[in-house]
């Protein structure tokens, strides 16, 4: 064959000699062919517009793959209207207005092209066409890579779109396209984007990758279905879907992907099955707007490179994950608004440098026979109207298993957590929750710690092995306690002012029982809760009175006179006309747990109110979990909003030296000491800070944060309690409660307390109320079995009263 000629072979047996030979041009070998016919073109470059309207074959010739260039000046070069083949040829097309290759009808084959163009799109798929593309390249830096559109479909083959100056794969207008074992990359929108009600793609085994912009986008009412696919590298999200889109991804890797892995928006619908986010900037999965729902199988999503949560779900919007495995990453799964949920069943959360699970503003989070380990936090319910369940799960390796704060109310059931560094459950902040058959194990705290002013429900819990004891409440209103048990001697302090399950005959001198209520008297006050801004309702002496009669605490209460005589001889230098020597207000407060340190805080607010140097005199306790976000910034703003809850009066920061852990590495408890630090000194006279914690801790707390000690004035040390104390504060209980020590009993105690074992379990005035408590139980069970009962059966507490010692 000539260069620049065109050979037609007929492939029938009529007519042969008319419709057989060479051609000078392609327009014209075309007009001579007929259905069946094959088009041979010899190598060379063709300004022609081809418009193909038979079934013919037209193909480049053998042996000289690539060598056949159709390069119009403008316009389509190639347009196929019929059930045509074409193979092994070289498109090139200048108009930007107009694809490179053209298929408006039929069944046509398309093999080994390739196209090398700078047109609106490099191959354009509309209307009743349905195409088999095979092994063709599109290069296309000025437009669309491959355009499916208005009803066509097709079947695109071992395509490579290697770049496209917009996107690589565009379907709109109810087209549906399959792509299988395809590459789309170096696309400059998303690599395949598909748009508008009843359009539709189906990618087996492709890869898309190097886009600048999203790896698949899918909007409007469309629908996809990915398997065996592979999205990396991209510029922004890896997937995303808005406006009641739905996507289906199976056996699907997206990865490299430096904003959100999968994004969805809008009432859209995801299902991942058996796939795997990993390596991604933002969010690995991020789930917006009421109706938007995303359900993951068997899916993992691992390795973030930047700071937020693997998981986002927020604005009304729906996540499942079943059997999934989330980890090495900042946090696993947040739940944010109202309406919005996460159910999580039968999955692993694991190497979580912060909080596992998130749930706040009023959101929902269920979990199933989960397994959180090797976590900051395993969960954490933040605030009013933020609930769910937790069941049958498991926490092992955190520094706390789980929080409820701020009225947060959820139900935990049947969870275990085991070996935490602090709390194995930890309540503050009016918090609620209902922990039902919890289990704590190996703590480096307390199993279950409850501050004041949290109404938080436990039943049949147990704890073991927790290094500072199994249950810490707060000192004038505790949780409401039913068959809790502990492997401590002793048992807990339900509440006083709260009615606790009635239980008549307790199943073992361990068992959490009620505690008759104390009497009217003697009413009790949540130190934590706000109050109205008002005049105090009792003067400086009143509260001085209630300090004095505390048992023991002698150097304690000279401290705090000392301090008071010093405000109210200032006070009164000022009324005079004086200068008055300015008085530090702040103080540390160290020693043991359980020696009246929130108490003594409350009476000091107190006593401060009624000299006028506070408004208003309230408690606010807080501890490094109120204090310390998980993101750079989080932590300033709640330190912040703690301050501002104390305003007025006093800010009580309990183990205060956990904000300065003695291996901070990149920890946030500095900038919660920064923040505090600037607080004090802007509001001097508006909030009374106290920080507390154990004695040697403090010290080193206070020696590698200067800044914060020269802004406390003093430090009062809290000592632990002589047995000969701890008798008066049982004898005191007893009184309140209307019981009395027979003959030999506080002799008993003496003993008893003398004996008991001053480890870090101990628990000072806490262990003399709960030993009270246990001897109440302990007498319960002894009266119960007399057949009639007299006042001193009913009141006398015996030595045989006392439980066991540990």
Not at 624 to 653: C, K, N, P, W, Y
Not at 718 to 747: K, M, N, P
């Amino acid at each position: 064959m000539a260069q620049g000629t065109v050979q037609v072979t007929h492939t029938g047996t009529s007519r042969w000699r008319r419709r057989t030979g060479e051609y000078a041009s392609l327009a014209a070998a075309l007009e001579a062919a007929a259905d069946g016919d094959v088009l041979t073109v010899a190598p060379g470059t063709y300004r022609e517009n081809l418009v193909l309207t038979r079934a013919v074959t037209l193909r480049g010739a053998e042996g000289s793959a690539g060598s056949v260039r159709i390069a119009p000046a403008d316009g389509v070069p190639i347009t196929v209207r019929a059930s045509a083949t074409v193979l092994d040829l070289h498109v090139e097309g200048q108009d930007s207005a107009a694809p490179a290759l053209l298929v408006e009808d039929g069944t046509p084959d398309l093999a080994d092209l390739r196209i090398v163009t700078r047109s609106a799109a490099g191959i354009e798929v509309r209307g009743a066409a349905r195409p088999t593309v095979r092994r063709c390249t599109v290069d296309n830096p000025a437009g669309v890579g491959i355009a499916v559109l208005d009803g066509a479909g097709g079947v695109f083959e071992e395509c490579e779109v290697v770049s496209a100056g917009q996107s690589g794969v565009s379907v709109r207008g109810g087209a549906h396209p399959r792509l299988e074992r395809c590459r789309v990359h170096h696309a400059s929108g998303a690599g395949l984007s598909v748009t508008g009600e009843g359009s539709g793609l189906e990618a087996i085994g492709c890869e898309i990758y190097e886009i600048k912009g999203a790896g698949v986008q899918i909007t409007s009412r469309a629908a996809a279905h990915l398997t065996d696919s592979t999205v990396h590298r991209t510029s922004s999200d890896g997937v995303t879907l808005d406006t009641d889109a739905v996507l289906t991804l199976s056996d699907c890797d997206i990865h490299d992907i430096p904003e959100n892995a999968v994004d969805l928006r809008s009432r859209s619908v995801l299902t991942l099955t058996r796939s795997t986010v990993r390596r991604f900037g933002r969010n690995g999965l991020s789930v917006w707007d009421p109706g938007t729902r995303v359900d993951a199988n068997q899916c993992e999503i691992h390795d973030s490179t930047g700071d937020y949560p693997a998981v986002w779900v927020s604005d009304g919007a729906t996540a499942v994950l079943d059997a999934c495995r989330v980890h090495d990453v900042p946090d696993a799964l947040f739940v944010l608004d109202r309406g919005s949920r996460a159910d999580v069943v039968d999955s692993d959360l694991s190497q979580v440098r912060n909080t596992a699970v998130s749930v706040s503003d009023g959101a929902t989070a269920q979990l199933d026979d989960c397994r959180i380990r090797d976590v900051s936090t395993g969960a954490w319910f933040r605030d009013h109207g933020s609930g769910g369940t937790l069941a049958n799960c498991t926490v092992d390796g955190a520094q706390t298993g789980v929080i409820v704060t701020k009225g947060a109310d959820p139900l935990i059931e049947r969870c275990t957590v085991s070996g935490p560094a602090e709390a194995g459950f930890y309540v503050s902040a009016e918090g609620r929750g209902t922990f039902r058959g919890c289990r704590v194990t190996g703590s480096g705290g307390y199993g279950f710690h409850v501050m004041d002013g949290c109404r938080t429900t436990l039943n049949r819990c147990r704890t073991e092995r927790c290094a500072r004891g199994g249950y810490e409440f707060g000192e004038d209103d505790g949780p409401l306690v039913e068959d809790c048990t502990s492997d401590e001697s002793g048992t807990l302090r339900p509440g006083a002012d709260r009615a606790p399950a009635v239980q008549s005959v307790p199943a073992s001198p361990g068992l959490l029982t009620a505690v008759p209520l104390q009497s009217p008297s003697a009413p009790a006050t949540p130190a934590a809760a706000p109050v109205p801004a008002a005049a105090p309702a009792r003067g400086p002496d009143a509260v001085l009175g209630e300090l004095d009669a505390l048992v023991g605490l002698e150097s304690v209460k000279r401290e705090v006179r000392t301090l008071t005589n010093m405000i109210e001889v200032g006070r009164r230098r000022q009324e005079a006309g004086l200068k008055a020597a300015s008085v530090r207000r702040h103080l540390v407060f160290t020693g043991s747990p359980g020696t009246g340190k929130t108490t003594v805080a409350r009476l000091y607010g107190e006593i401060l109110a009624a000299l006028g140097v506070l408004e208003r005199g309230h408690l606010v306790e807080v501890s490094r979990v109120d204090l310390v976000g998980e993101h750079i910034g989080s932590t300033a703003i709640r330190t912040q909003e703690a301050f501002e809850r104390a305003r007025g009066g006093v800010l009580f920061i309990d183990e205060a030296y956990a904000l300065s852990p003695e291996d901070s590495g990149r920890d946030f408890g500095k900038e919660a000491i920064d923040t505090l630090v600037k607080l004090m000194e802007d509001h001097r006279d508006s909030v009374v800070v106290i920080v507390a914690g154990y004695t040697a801790e403090m010290e080193r707390f206070l020696t590698v944060n200067p800044g914060v000690a020269s802004r406390f004035s003093r430090t009062i040390t809290f000592q632990d309690y002589e047995a000969e104390e701890l008798l008066r504060i049982v004898a005191q209980q007893a009184d309140e409660h209307e019981y009395r020590l027979s003959e030999g009993t506080a002799e008993a105690l003496l003993k008893y307390f003398t004996a008991l074992p001053k480890g870090p379990a101990f628990g000072n005035g806490r262990t003399a109320r709960q030993t009270f408590e246990s001897m109440v139980e302990r007498h319960a069970v002894r009266v119960a079995a007399l057949p009639e009962m007299n006042t001193d059966d009913l009141t006398l507490l015996y030595s045989e009263d006392l439980p066991e010692l540990p």
